[in-house]
């Protein structure tokens, strides 16, 4: 199936904690996402690369950095987690960025939430 | 900045009745999509429009353009409760072409039977 995917779907940690979330997509898109979804379902973008390089990166802590080894795969590594970082994570795709106007593919999501 | 408002953002109707989802801006976008999500899932893409003034339909779903592209209409004929989730708008283009897309806060729509 084409698709994007990211794993884990789920993951409890603790603060303090570091911890990554993986995505990939077979789609052939030059253009990968991370999005957050917060309690309230509004959707905000943090980073985006092309072509393995950052062509976005929004205002976000530090302890985020993404990891882009090849266009087709985007990683997510927080460090030291907070409680705030609670937040459903979306990965997406698109051709490229001009052709974000089509649309994104979005991956199902990684429910993290810190205890 | 650019935002999207989107409104009502909850919605419980019957089965059968009719309804209309709005978004709205003060900044012009080159497109504005419209996605679909269900629980513990992502969003998925049901229609983007282009063109001010532009007219989609997809079965019972009527989209919208507004003539100056800054506002959006989603509405939906007859709904079902296969039609419950939560709705999302999303603006591209503005200021800077990077592929970022400017989301609404979604409609969550129930449709009882």
């Known amino acids: 199936d084409t698709a994007v995917s990211q794993t884990p779907k789920y993951l409890v940690t603790q603060m303090g904690n570091d911890k990554s979330i993986k995505c990939e997509q077979n789609?052939?898109?030059?253009?990968m996402y991370w999005y957050k979804q917060d309690s309230k379902k509004f959707l905000k973008i943090m980073f985006s690369?092309?072509?393995?390089?950052?062509?976005i990166n929004e205002t976000v802590p530090n302890r985020f950095s993404p990891k882009s080894p090849d266009k087709a795969h985007l990683n997510l590594h927080i460090n030291s987690l907070e409680l705030g970082d609670s937040a459903v994570y979306f990965c997406a795709s698109s051709q490229d960025p001009e052709g974000a106007w089509r649309g994104y593919t979005f991956g199902s999501g990684t429910r993290l939430t810190v205890v | 900045t650019q935002l999207l408002e989107q409104s009502p953002q909850f919605l419980s109707i019957q089965e059968g009745e009719n309804l209309t989802v709005y978004c709205n801006s003060s900044s012009v976008f080159s497109s504005l999509q419209w996605y679909r999500q269900e629980p513990g899932e992502g969003p998925v893409l049901l229609v983007t429009v282009v063109t001010g003034g532009e007219v989609k339909k997809l079965k019972r779903l009527t989209f919208q353009f507004g003539d100056a592209r800054k506002d959006s209409s989603l509405h939906i004929t007859a709904a079902q409760p296969g039609d419950t989730g939560l709705y999302l708008c999303a603006g591209a283009g503005g200021s800077s072409n990077t592929g970022k897309l400017i989301f609404g806060q979604g409609t969550t729509l129930q449709v009882k039977p």
């Open positions: 690369y092309n072509n393995k390089e950052l062509i």
């Open positions: 789609l052939g898109h030059d253009t």
